[in-house]
């Protein structure tokens, strides 16, 4: 097949992205397959709709590649591409709105506020915060990944710094109440059918599981099964395909939890394009799964071309 592997683009982001979509891209080929890097640009349109792919592996992280926007145009274009619908991507980047569509259907997500953050950060406001949500908080940009402009604030000083630094990526902002526990991650599969993969326990160098963490070797550690009780793993991995179901995923994604001490699962947030650098949590999850990269990769394909085909019909042009 003639492959393209959207990577790059945008967002704060694009490092990760370049990286997943070159370990994407590598395997692939490996596999015999003819494969071309896009990077998003403002020619993108142009080389995808005169390149003649059979179809689109989407690479890209955060906006304009994760929140269904390069979905629609894809849509537009009458191309498969990998990974969830347009709806469903813009859902699951919009924590907010997620998080209520979640809450509605009875997951357990940890209570939080969304507030738009214009100019100064007035000292009423952090007290209203602290005292409805009590220390440490979480404050953090509606639509951004990686934890990027994420803090955790254990004062009032860290509140405002936290609510300055997160309007810098979104004005939109989410303040939620801190979920103390064990930090795992979840990964399902849907290449059509649900498949959840093994809970993946994360244990990181740093204070917070953040950026540098996630994507410097050394920083971080996976460990599969998570070591929690079985019971709790079992809630977990329920809770990780519901919320996968309830937004309306395809393809893969990773559901980020934390599991308190008496076990309940808290869901943290919905990634429609994870990570798939050689550090990764999914494709580690996978792995432990029997599904080695390369076969991830071409499951992911195979699901976009026969979606794609059933949706247009046979006679299609």
Same mark, same amino acid.
């Given at each position: 097949?003639?492959?393209?592997?959207?990577?790059?683009?945008?967002?704060?982001?694009?490092?990760?992205?370049?990286?997943?979509? +070159? &370990?994407?891209?590598?395997?692939?080929? /490996?596999?015999?397959?003819?494969?071309?890097?896009?990077?998003?640009? =403002?020619?993108?349109? @142009?080389?995808?709709? @005169?390149?003649?792919?059979?179809?689109?592996?989407?690479?890209?992280?955060?906006?304009?590649?994760?929140?269904?926007? #390069? &979905?629609?145009?894809?849509?537009?274009?009458?191309?498969?591409?990998?990974?969830?619908?347009?709806?469903?991507?813009?859902?699951?980047?919009?924590?907010?709105?997620?998080?209520?569509?979640?809450?509605?259907?009875?997951?357990?997500?940890?209570?939080?506020?969304?507030?738009?953050?214009? +100019?100064?950060?007035?000292?009423?406001?952090?007290?209203?915060? #602290?005292?409805?949500?009590?220390?440490? *908080?979480?404050?953090?940009?509606?639509? +951004?990944?990686?934890?990027?402009?994420?803090?955790?604030?254990?004062?009032? @000083?860290?509140?405002?710094?936290?609510? %300055?630094?997160?309007?810098?990526?979104?004005?939109?902002?989410?303040? &939620?109440?801190?979920? =103390?526990?064990?930090?795992?991650?979840?990964?399902?599969?849907?290449?059509?059918? $649900?498949?959840?993969?093994?809970?993946?326990?994360?244990?990181?160098?740093?204070?917070?599981?953040?950026?540098?963490?996630?994507?410097?070797?050394?920083?971080?550690?996976?460990?599969?099964?998570?070591?929690?009780?079985?019971?709790?793993?079992?809630?977990?991995?329920? /809770?990780?395909?519901?919320?996968?179901?309830?937004?309306?995923?395809?393809?893969?994604?990773?559901?980020?939890?934390? #599991?308190?001490?008496?076990?309940?699962?808290? %869901? $943290?947030?919905?990634?429609?394009?994870?990570?798939?650098?050689?550090?990764?949590? *999914?494709?580690?999850?996978?792995?432990?799964?029997?599904? +080695?990269?390369?076969?991830?990769?071409?499951?992911?394909? @195979? !699901?976009?071309?026969?979606? !794609?085909?059933? !949706?247009?019909?046979?006679?299609?042009?």
């Amino acid at each position: 097949m003639k492959l393209a592997v959207l990577r790059g683009g945008k967002s704060a982001e694009r490092e990760v992205s370049m990286r997943s979509g +070159e &370990q994407v891209a590598k395997v692939l080929r /490996a596999r015999g397959h003819d494969v071309t890097p896009v990077d998003l640009d =403002a020619t993108t349109w @142009d080389v995808l709709r @005169d390149g003649g792919f059979d179809c689109v592996f989407n690479a890209l992280h955060g906006r304009l590649g994760e929140d269904g926007t #390069v &979905q629609g145009m894809l849509e537009l274009l009458g191309l498969p591409y990998t990974g969830s619908g347009v709806l469903a991507s813009a859902l699951c980047m919009d924590k907010s709105r997620a998080g209520k569509v979640l809450a509605g259907a009875g997951l357990h997500v940890p209570e939080f506020e969304e507030m738009e953050v214009k +100019e100064g950060i007035a000292a009423d406001m952090v007290e209203r915060l #602290v005292s409805k949500f009590a220390l440490p *908080l979480v404050v953090k940009p509606v639509r +951004e990944g990686s934890t990027i402009g994420l803090t955790i604030a254990k004062d009032e @000083d860290a509140v405002a710094g936290g609510l %300055v630094l997160a309007a810098r990526y979104d004005r939109r902002v989410l303040v &939620q109440r801190f979920a =103390a526990g064990t930090e795992i991650t979840v990964g399902v599969l849907a290449t059509p059918e $649900l498949q959840v993969l093994p809970t993946l326990e994360i244990v990181s160098e740093n204070p917070v599981y953040d950026y540098d963490a996630k994507y410097t070797a050394g920083r971080s550690h996976h460990i599969i099964p998570a070591r929690i009780p079985e019971p709790a793993r079992n809630r977990a991995s329920d /809770a990780a395909a519901r919320a996968f179901t309830e937004l309306g995923c395809s393809g893969m994604a990773r559901v980020d939890i934390i #599991v308190d001490a008496g076990g309940t699962p808290w %869901v $943290l947030e919905v990634n429609t394009v994870p990570g798939l650098t050689e550090l990764s949590l *999914l494709p580690d999850a996978a792995r432990a799964a029997g599904i +080695e990269f390369g076969e991830l990769c071409m499951r992911l394909v @195979d !699901h976009a071309v026969g979606r !794609h085909q059933h !949706h247009v019909g046979p006679t299609a042009i």
